[in-house]
């Protein structure tokens, strides 16, 4: 899914006509013009100011009001980065259920497939961009501007490396900076903790 796809469910899903729109987002300061919605609607790869973005999910009654901001970045995102947020969505997904299947013991066996099924749905058709706002409006985790800074420390460190996969090392204190590694860094320090490497 890309902002204009994205752009286009969230006009469809509040079931309101494009003038009410277009007068929800006058009342909430930002005055766009029929055709600009309509340009953002129909032309593949055009994306809004985080401003005029910000204001379209409001007035089209959002869950997340920077849902279109945060696509737009996936939008124009290098690949390491998208793979990096890929990445921590498929582990959370996982481990969500994991810990979903621990609960087996308390539910009849039709009740609790049904539930892994709803649940591995629902994961499934979670966006990218429902993800990583998720995980923002969570107080314990970054912030928006957090978001932002992390996407250009992770741009930072691609072009550092190259075209070189790279591993990103999470450390559980927040204040601490994320590290990524190459494969062969990787491969150095689980050499060095099973005692091979001296």
Not at 20 to 30: M, P
Not at 31 to 47: A, D, F, H, V, W
């Amino acid at each position: 899914m890309n902002y204009t796809e994205l752009l286009n469910k969230l006009l469809d899903e509040s079931g309101l006509q494009q003038k009410e729109i277009l007068i929800r987002c006058k009342e909430l300061g930002e005055e766009i013009t029929q055709s600009y919605l309509s340009n953002l609607k129909t032309i593949n790869g055009k994306t809004a100011s985080e401003k005029i973005s910000k204001v379209i999910a409001k007035a089209c009654n959002a869950k997340y009001e920077d849902i279109l901001t945060v696509q737009a970045y996936i939008d124009k995102a290098p690949k390491p980065i998208l793979d990096f947020f890929n990445y921590a969505k498929d582990t959370a997904t996982t481990e969500a259920i994991l810990f979903l299947k621990e609960q087996k013991d308390n539910l009849p066996e039709y009740e609790f497939k049904k539930m892994i099924q709803e649940k591995e749905e629902e994961f499934q058709k979670e966006s990218l961009a429902e993800f990583i706002c998720e995980r923002i409006t969570d107080m314990t985790l970054p912030t928006m501007e957090g978001f932002k800074e992390q996407l250009e420390l992770i741009k930072k460190s691609a072009e550092n490396y190259g075209s070189k996969e790279l591993y990103a090392i999470i450390p559980i204190n927040k204040d601490k900076p994320i590290r990524y590694l190459t494969e062969e860094e990787m491969s150095h320090i689980q050499e060095k903790a099973s005692g091979s490497v001296c």
